[in-house]
């Protein structure tokens, strides 16, 4: 486990540099993930190939330290994790990001121009308004979602979203799913559809497509499907995941 100290989170990031061959592919997680909880799984796959790959767990998430001065924003993650990136010195990498790790990733590819050899992101949000789990988040003011909420969301959790649920500081996952709900201008469908790296959206089989999903069919943008999977796609069918990843990322 390596550590970055970040200005913009005010606070320590961790990650880790797992070894393979070929550029990285750096790797997003979710609202209420950690990309050291998901993601070892699908790089140690061997339909991923042996790729090297580069995990790295979001500010308030995982190992990374929570700040309680941080925003948690998507936009100010994203700077968080493009600080991270260029402290590495990569020439060029790979990029994925799931859920609102994938809105992160489309606003980390509009940074960084020049460096990402391709983008995909798996159910990304693409436009404001969140999701059902950010929705119910903050339908409790903050203080109150700290206070009672989370415990209560963790308790009847019974997936395994809960095991990386407990490592995510509550304050974190609030302002996260409020950033979700809020969205930005222009929207991440905007951005995602104007980037100029090859960008491929992933979504699972058992996901019920929506507006933005049909929107991005139209445009031409490749759209991959995870048989036997919805949206937590890395543990309901992880090496169909580490399979679509091995082929966007030749």
Not at 194 to 204: D, E, F, Y
Not at 208 to 218: G, I, L, M
Request: charged share 15%; hydrophobic share 40%.
């Amino acid at each position: 486990m390596n550590t970055f100290y970040s200005t913009v989170a005010g606070g320590n990031v961790r990650w880790q540099a797992l070894p393979g061959k070929g550029n990285p592919v750096v790797f997003i997680h979710g609202l209420g993930c950690a990309s050291s909880y998901e993601y070892p799984r699908i790089v140690s796959d061997e339909r991923f190939g042996g790729r090297a790959a580069i995990l790295i767990d979001l500010p308030g998430s995982g190992y990374s330290e929570r700040p309680m001065t941080f925003s948690y924003r998507t936009s100010d993650q994203a700077r968080a994790v493009t600080e991270l990136l260029d402290s590495l010195n990569l020439p060029r990498f790979y990029l994925y990001g799931h859920s609102m790790g994938g809105s992160i990733a489309i606003e980390i590819a509009t940074l960084i121009t020049d460096r990402i050899l391709a983008l995909a992101v798996s159910e990304p949000n693409f436009s404001a308004g969140g999701g059902m789990f950010s929705r119910q988040i903050v339908a409790q003011p903050e203080e109150a979602f700290v206070r009672d909420g989370y415990a209560a969301l963790l308790a009847a959790e019974t997936t395994a979203w809960a095991g990386s649920l407990q490592s995510n500081a509550p304050w974190a996952v609030w302002r996260g799913a409020k950033s979700l709900v809020d969205g930005i201008t222009p929207s991440w469908l905007t951005l995602f559809q104007s980037l100029r790296c090859p960008h491929t959206l992933i979504v699972g089989e058992l996901t019920e497509t929506d507006t933005d999903v049909e929107r991005v069919r139209a445009l031409g943008i490749p759209v991959l499907t995870i048989e036997k999977a919805g949206h937590s796609m890395s543990w309901e069918n992880p090496s169909a995941l580490a399979d679509a990843l091995a082929s966007v990322f030749r």
